[in-house]
């Protein structure tokens, strides 16, 4: 069972299409982290969210953490082809040490 | 800042013989964190590294084991390789606690054959 659910798995859109991304759990967790991953490299950290309800903004990327801290979302509008890769939500439930990652979803966006 | 390393970042080798990655993090940073990631089981946590310690340690059997050494530097072994042990195996650096700002290197990849 993941603990971290993310959908939808495969998303293909055209560039300047508006698209969300969700990362679902059942535990409570204290922060939790999204990243994307293109082929051949390491994830990098595109933010973390740390207070229920809190967004935060990156150019065109928004992320929110649910009220309950167990799940968040990443909005882009106006996806560009640079957008394309794997993205990763991540964190460590409560009282955990251990950090889970969700399987990701994968975003190609076409010009 | 130079940022995270990883050698080998390609590797062959075959069922039953074993293998040492070796990961350099961010100058400064004490905690090392490797992970397994696989099309099927995604990006999974191995165990981290803090001060040459072992801190946490995720479910993986006793054949994948690691070490830190006093430069932070670390390793990552796996003893007698089966067929399932192909995967991506990536290593990230923090300043502090896991949970902080990782910077995770571009991996090594592995194929058992």
């Known amino acids: 069972t993941q603990l971290l659910e993310q959908s939808p798995q495969f998303l293909s859109i055209q560039e300047g299409e508006n698209l969300t991304v969700y990362c679902n759990s059942s535990s409570v967790f204290s922060s939790l982290q999204w990243y994307r991953q293109e082929p051949g490299e390491g994830p990098v950290l595109l933010v973390t969210v740390v207070t229920g309800g809190e967004v935060k903004k990156l150019k065109r990327l928004t992320f929110q953490f649910g009220d309950a801290r167990k799940d968040s979302s990443l909005h882009i509008t106006a996806a560009q082809p640079g957008d394309t890769g794997l993205y990763l939500c991540?964190?460590?439930?409560?009282?955990?040490?251990?950090?889970?990652f969700g399987r990701g979803t994968s975003l190609i966006v076409h010009p | 800042k130079a940022g995270v390393t990883q050698t080998p970042r390609y590797l062959i080798k075959t069922r039953g013989q074993q293998v040492t990655l070796s990961c350099s993090p961010i100058s400064g940073h004490r905690s090392v964190s490797w992970y397994q990631q696989t099309p099927g089981q995604g990006l999974q946590f191995l165990f981290e590294?803090?001060?040459?310690?072992?801190?946490n340690k995720g479910n993986f059997p006793g054949r994948f084991s690691g070490r830190q050494f006093s430069n932070s530097r670390s390793e990552m072994n796996v003893s007698t390789l089966e067929l399932g042990d192909s995967a991506l195996y990536l290593c990230a650096s923090s300043l502090a606690m896991v949970f902080n700002e990782q910077f995770f290197g571009p991996g090594t990849r592995l194929t058992v054959l």
């Open positions: 991540a964190g460590a439930p409560g009282g955990s040490y251990i950090p889970t």
């Open positions: 590294y803090f001060s040459e310690t072992q801190r």
